[in-house]
T-cell receptor, first 112, second 112 residues
Framework: GQQLNQSPQSMFIQEGEDVSMNCTSS?????WLWYKQDPGEGPVLLIA?????ELTSNGRLTAQFGITRKDSFLNISASIPSDVGIYFC????????????FGKGTKLSVKP | NAGVTQTPKFRILKIGQSMTLQCAQD?????MYWYRQDPGMGLKLIYY???????DKGEVPNGYNVSRSTTEDFPLRLELAAPSQTSVYFC???????????FGAGTRLSVL
């Protein structure tokens, strides 16, 4: 079946730092989504990407749909404490592969 | 602004017990989904529904049943709970397959 590799698995952030994470797929996707999950809550959509090469921003967050359609990147600029949480990428193929496939998540924590 | 509502939030079951996880959405969405989330893992699709009266298996359907008698409700049934079903369960809905999925806050289930 389709596989999504998300990295890094976890990272520590210091306020003001920029953060990057990415997802790669074993197959082509038509849609890439980035969700954030706070403790005890369900995932909330941050950014949706629908076209190869698309670059979309949402405040301090920027995500890109890779040209190969097999990867996507999420960048957070000038991180703040409320950015901590788990970030998930999700991809959707076409036709019978139309269900979302989720990455395992990137956990952001505050640097001690 | 209710969105997707899941009940209960927490539950402890004994092996072999049965229970129903409730999910309701008030956005008149056609599609509804059940996922499970295990520690350090992404969401895995259990079952989904494209409309009232229609359900289909996802990636991990064994041990679960669903029904969709109305557009609003999509309950998930565990008939004989097993320790392997200890997880956090999320319900989600979307207008159609290509649209954004909105998630509930989750039900945390422990089977002991």
């Amino acid at each position: 079946g389709q596989q999504l590799n998300q990295s890094p698995q976890s990272m520590f952030i210091q306020e003001g730092e920029d953060v990057s994470m990415n997802c790669t797929s074993s197959s082509i996707f038509n849609t890439w989504l980035w969700y954030k999950q706070d403790p005890g809550e369900g995932p909330v959509l941050l950014i949706a990407l629908y076209k190869a090469g698309e670059l979309t921003s949402n405040g301090r967050l920027t995500a890109q749909f890779g040209i190969t359609r097999k990867d996507s990147f999420l960048n957070i600029s000038a991180s703040i404490p409320s950015d901590v949480g788990i970030y998930f990428c999700a991809g959707r193929g076409g036709g019978s592969q139309g269900n979302l496939i989720f990455g395992k998540g990137t956990k952001l924590s505050v640097k001690p | 602004n209710a969105g997707v509502t899941q009940t209960p939030k927490f539950r402890i079951l004994k092996i072999g017990q049965s229970m129903t996880l409730q999910c309701a959405q008030d956005m008149n969405h056609n599609y509804m989904y059940w996922y499970r989330q295990d520690p350090g893992m992404g969401l895995k699709l259990i079952y989904y529904s494209v409309g009232a009266g229609i359900t289909d298996k996802g990636e991990v359907p064994n041990g679960y049943n669903v029904s969709r008698s109305t557009t609003e409700d999509f309950p998930l049934r565990l008939e004989l709970a097993a320790p392997s079903q200890t997880s956090v369960y999320f319900c989600a809905s979307s207008k159609d397959r290509e649209n954004i999925q909105y998630f509930g806050a989750g039900t945390r289930l422990s089977v002991l």
